[in-house]
């Protein structure tokens, strides 16, 4: 089955710095990797998300890279906010498979 | 509702009983996903419908979990005889189906067993 990778574990960025965090994972028939952003008590809640035929996709502050030919995408998010402190989880989904596969989280700190 | 429902939000159940957790997605989405997280871990997939059918049931840990989706609309989560390691945040969530992958998630149920 697949298996996704996520570093850092942890990471704590001065307000205003960026943030990157990165995720690999290990079946090549992956097709669709979003991002998720969850807060204390609530659910995941979609933050960005790129398919496997786009290298790259920005919204904003944030952003999501692609590399297929070693197998990992990124999160980046600039000018960080306070409220962008969170648990961050990337996912992966397979070709002819509906369910997502998750990193294990990064927890993002933010320090005004 | 705007998004996806779950309910309860906690359940508190003793060893051996059973429980059932509801999710009602979100309007005329045709997909449903049913996920377990347990602390500090992403979450897992336990089981997907498509309409009222059981698509892929492969993540369900063993056959004291059960779910149906009779309407294809609202979907509840059967556990029998719990143990405490059942005890994690059970995450419902829906998409559009063939229109697109997206998938939203509902607050969750907390469920502990003691």
């Known amino acids: 089955g697949e298996n996704v990778e996520q570093h850092p574990s942890t990471l704590s960025v001065q307000e205003g710095d960026s943030a990157v965090i990165k995720c690999t994972y290990s079946?090549?028939?992956?097709?669709?990797f979003p991002w998720y952003k969850q807060e204390l008590g609530k659910g995941p809640q979609l933050i960005i998300d790129i398919r496997s035929n786009v290298g790259e996709k920005k919204d904003q502050r944030i952003a999501v890279t692609l590399n297929k030919t070693a197998k990992h995408f990124s999160l980046h998010i600039t000018e960080t906010q306070p409220e962008d402190s969170a648990v961050y989880f990337c996912a992966v989904r397979m070709i002819g498979n509906e369910k997502l596969t998750f990193g294990t989280g990064t927890r993002l700190t933010i320090i005004p | 509702g705007a998004g996806v429902s779950q309910t309860p939000s906690n359940k508190v159940t003793e060893k051996g009983k059973y429980v059932e957790l509801r999710c009602d997605p979100i309007s005329g989405h045709t997909a449903l996903y049913w996920y377990r997280q347990s602390l500090g871990q992403g979450p897992e997939f336990l089981i997907y419908?498509?309409?009222?059918?059981?698509?892929?049931d492969s993540g369900l840990p063993n056959d004291r979990f059960f779910a149906v989706r009779p309407e294809g609309s609202v979907s509840t989560l059967k556990i029998q005889r719990t143990e405490r390691g059942d005890s994690a945040v059970y995450l419902c969530a829906s998409s559009p189906g063939t229109s697109g992958p997206r998938q939203f998630f509902g607050p969750g149920t907390r469920l502990t067993v003691l």
């Open positions: 079946d090549s028939a992956s097709n669709y």
């Open positions: 419908f498509q309409g009222t059918g059981a698509a892929d």
